[in-house]
Each structure stands twice: as structure tokens, then as C-alpha cells.
């Protein structure tokens, strides 16, 4: 086996290694792993996306927000990072930043991006544009989909809302 085969068999094995310390709720595992698959593979964003929900979850808020702002850096174009740093934005009482955030995947139709801002723009009181994107969300969400119910439930709510 060549020494890089070895790496990335240790970078998994750290890696599923770390997934099962969050499984198993204990975070200071998880992170040990992440901290030395990391040190192993620098640019592994899947280590990075789950440092930084740890950190979030842990109330490092701040150090969450970095570690997802770092990922974006690293690939623009990545959803879920983009999702995670919005929500960080949300959590940290900056509704506006994370509408900024989220803005690029409003407009090319990500449902995540669609329901999120949903909730921030509802939570705010714009029930109306609230409405306009979770009507297009719950048009892209088939029953399949992971959101499709609880796009189904905001556009139910949003929409009771008004006529009260």
C-alpha cells in the first residue's frame, strides 16, 4: 500500500471515528478526531463542516461561524455550508446577515436557502415574502424530499397567519 493509500485510510477511519463519537453524543471524542484528521488533511471539508457545527453546538457560536466562513472560502459554491453559516448568523441574532447569506441560493432555488429565509423573513414579520419562497420551495419539494414537511407545515402557518 502506498503511503498516501495509508493516510486516506486513516483520514476515513479518524473520520468514522469521529461520527460515532457525535452519534454517541460525546463531543470531546468527536472533536479529538476531527483536531487529528485535520492535522493529517488540512483541507478536509468534512471535518471542517463538523468542527464547526460542534463549536456551534458546544454555544462557540463565534468559533463556528469562522469554521463555516473558512469552508465558503474554500468552495464558494457549497450549500450546506452556506446553510450552516446562515443559521450560525441566525443563532447569533443577525437575521439580516444571514438573508445576505442565503441570498445566493434563494435565487438559483435551493430549498434549504427557500425555507430558511422563509423562517428569518416570517420570524420578521414579512409574512407575504415569506409566503412567495416557501410556494416555490414546496414547488421543487416532492414528498420525498427531507424538507418537503416541514416546507408543507411553514407554508400552512404563514398562510393561516394571514387570513387571521
Known amino acids: 500500500m502506498t503511503e498516501a493509500g495509508s493516510v486516506s485510510k486513516d483520514v476515513r477511519e479518524l473520520l468514522s471515528s469521529a461520527v460515532a463519537h457525535v452519534k454517541a453524543g460525546n ?3 468527536a472533536m479529538a478526531a476531527l483536531k487529528e484528521l485535520l492535522e493529517r488533511d488540512p483541507k478536509n471539508e468534512i471535518a471542517l463542516g463538523l468542527l464547526a457545527a460542534i463549536w456551534c453546538d458546544l454555544g462557540l457560536v463565534q468559533k463556528g461561524t469562522q469554521g463555516f466562513k473558512e469552508l465558503l472560502a474554500r468552495d464558494p459554491g457549497n450549500p450546506l455550508a452556506r446553510i450552516q453559516l ?3 448568523q441566525r443563532a447569533d441574532g443577525k437575521p439580516e446577515l444571514a438573508l445576505a447569506t442565503w441570498e445566493q441560493g434563494v435565487e438559483t432555488g435551493d430549498i434549504g436557502a427557500l425555507y430558511w429565509s ?3 423573513k416570517y420570524e420578521n414579520g414579512a409574512a407575504e415574502e415569506a409566503l412567495k419562497m ?5 414547488a421543487l419539494t416532492g414528498p420525498a424530499h427531507p424538507l418537503h414537511e416541514a416546507v408543507q407545515q411553514l407554508l400552512m402557518l404563514v ?3 394571514r387570513r387571521s
Not at 416557501?134 to 414546496?138: C, D, F, I, K, V
Open 27 to 29: 463531543l470531546d471524542g
Open 86 to 88: 446562515g443559521l450560525t
Open 118 to 120: 422563509a423562517v428569518v
Open 134 to 138: 416557501l410556494t416555490r420551495a414546496a
Open 159 to 161: 398562510e393561516s397567519s
